[in-house]
């Protein structure tokens, strides 16, 4: 219960940011963005209310795989760090709360605020699906809605643990700009690196067991795989252009569940490991 405290006073006070209110209703207008353009391809190909929505999915997965890490980033990276640096977490540790409480109060919370600005975002493209073309699936977008929170969750993860690791939120800031470069950029490149190393082309008719492998970790493709789980949709998934039953399991769209849930809990266990044990 003492984490379940902490995470409501968190809630309360993380939720008033201008920044995330900013990127909220920025997020809000790319689901409205993502209706409109659900609702042209709609009309192009005639097609019904829950192919609609899955087109709305298809418009909305690739900013939602930007956006959101960078909202949970934004919140999750100073929930330790900015206490420590304020000197207010040895006032919040003498209440009856132990590191870990205060920890997973803080992911708890953060969550929260995350999982707020995502529904109002969705919300919105929900309303849009409506306005634009007067029927819509909810069982299939509530469906992508909880994925996406959960996407955040794994990103709130990432930054408190980070958070956690550091004294400062300007350390704490370095360490999730190196986590947006290397998931965004570095990744990439270095497979296609590695990719051109041993094919000698990145223009192979078959794409090696490894590079679907490597290509499959990043949090953002096990987002997309596990959208694709979800809602059968193969071509919201990486392994779209192959056939499901030669990739190897870890590129399979049920397996973007295991990615996330080790994205999330490694690095909030080795924060957690560390604030455990580090003087204040």
Known sequence: MSAIAVAKKDFRDAVRSRVLIGLTALFALFTAGGAFVASWASELFEEGGAQSTIDLILALQTPAGFLVPIIALIVGYGAIARERESGSLKFLLGLPHRRRDVVLGKVLGRTGVVAVSILVGFAVGLAG?????????????????LVTVLFGFVYVCIGVGISS?????TRAAVGVIVVVVLFWFLWGLVGQALLFATEGTLLVQSLPDWYLVYS????????????????GETQLALTTMYDI???PLVARPWFGFVLLAIWALVPLGVGLSWFDRVDL
């Open 129 to 145: 699906l409506f306005a634009f073309v007067g029927s819509v699936s909810l069982v299939d977008y509530v469906a992508f809605t």
């Open 165 to 169: 690791l550091t004294r400062s939120t």
């Open 216 to 231: 499959s970790l990043p949090p953002g493709t096990a987002y997309g795989s596990a959208i694709s789980a979800v809602l």
């Open 245 to 247: 039953e030669t990739v």
